[in-house]
């Protein structure tokens, strides 16, 4: 799963060693001509390259930090003499500019690629290095702290919201058509049942032909109950008779699918500000694909601002190489993913774990 941008963020690795290779090896020279740098004194080591870790320490009272926030002769003699590494904004330069076309490649967001530069750049310059051994493993956490920090927004343990919730928990499900919303409800009813909650279904698309049938399908197979009215109903009618069946047949989650929509059909989008109102969901999942990349990340703020989302499903997943919509959708909402589609099955729907996921990316395999 987004094998691209995994891709693409070991290349970023990879650059960076290079670009540290070059300056470590240059950098014995420099610390073995005391004074001629500007920061240099009499008490510096002798040779970056000879210099020893108890030599380096004794110059540490000394240990200055230029103006510029540019390491200083005697942190980088020390640092090579404990064997760590100095990196130095120059360094970085050209890897992360790589880094942003690869994340904009990958179809990342313009805001969530420069805050997760802005990350990489500020842990890796600098001391905030001294746990790591090699560049490589500095790059890999680096990494690791920004993915995570802008694909973590948000999150919540949707398993515990249910299981705290009143009974019935109403989910209304949002997105653009042909996306997957009725196959991922049809997937989060036997995702539900799968840990003892019972659930409804109600088909709040009475929009389009042919979505009763689409939806009894899913119903009748999963051996769930649907409630619907005739094409051109009041949506937020259905929905609310579905809470009334919930209700009466003491049913844990009542499911409501909406009718795709364009987020410019201003009609269809009042439609679901009319739903919000009258049935006041407890959550209203939007759905969108994770291969729409940028797309996907539009439209999740475009319904947001309709009717407020808690969350989105990305479906897809199974076929998605570039991992944009994935890296971008909760950073730029405020609300987390919080379930992955991964296939045409039933079973085919994953919690999103973002700590897995990063791990996954930065996997080397
Ligand atoms: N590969 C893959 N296909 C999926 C996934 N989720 C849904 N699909 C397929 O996507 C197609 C559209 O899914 P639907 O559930 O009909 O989409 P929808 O958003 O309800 O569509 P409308 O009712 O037209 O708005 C179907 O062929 C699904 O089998 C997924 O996670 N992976």
Do not use: C
Request: aromatic share 6%.
């Amino acid at each position: 799963m987004f094998d691209g941008l995994k891709d693409k963020l070991s290349g970023f690795r990879e650059d960076v060693e290079a670009s540290t290779e070059v300056d470590e090896e240059a950098s014995p020279e420099e610390g073995a001509a005391p004074g001629s740098d500007a920061d240099a004194s009499d008490e510096a080591p002798e040779g970056g390259a000879a210099a020893t870790a108890a030599e380096a320490d004794a110059v540490e009272a000394d240990e200055t930090t230029s103006d510029d926030d540019e390491p200083s002769t005697f942190q980088r003699a020390k640092a090579f003499a404990t064997g760590r590494i100095i990196i130095e904004e120059e360094d970085l330069e050209e890897p992360l500019w790589n880094l942003e076309m690869a994340l904009l490649e990958s179809d990342v967001e313009m805001s969530v690629a420069e805050q997760i530069l802005d990350s990489v750049r500020e842990s890796m310059l600098g001391e905030s290095r001294k746990q790591v051994e090699t560049t490589g493993e500095l790059v890999e956490s680096a990494l690791h702290d920004a993915l995570l920090d802008v694909i973590a927004v948000g999150q919540f343990d949707f398993e515990q919201r249910i299981a705290e919730a009143d009974k019935p928990v109403t989910i209304v499900f949002t997105g653009v058509n042909g996306v997957g919303k009725t196959t991922s409800i049809a997937k989060l009813s036997e995702w539900l049942a799968d840990r003892g909650y019972s659930s409804v279904l109600a088909n709040g698309d009475t929009y389009r032909a042919g979505a009763n049938e689409q939806i009894r399908e899913h119903a009748d197979r999963l051996g769930r109950d649907l409630i619907s009215h005739d094409q051109g109903g009041d949506p937020a009618a259905v929905i609310y008779d579905g809470v009334e069946y919930a209700e009466a047949n003491d049913i844990d989650v009542v499911l409501g699918d909406t009718a795709g929509r364009l987020h410019t059909s201003d009609d269809l989008m009042a439609q679901l500000e009319k739903i919000d109102r009258v049935v006041d969901p407890d959550m209203t999942l939007f759905v969108d694909e994770a291969v729409a990349g940028q797309d996907a990340v539009n439209r999740a703020k475009e319904f947001d601002d309709a009717a407020a989302i808690d969350g989105a499903i990305l479906t897809k997943a199974d076929a998605d190489s570039s991992g944009g919509a994935a890296i971008s959708v909760a950073y730029v909402t405020g609300k987390p993913i919080l379930f992955l589609g991964t296939g045409q099955g039933y079973d085919d729907i994953t919690r999103f774990d973002p700590e897995a996921l990063v791990e996954s990316l930065l996997d080397e395999e």
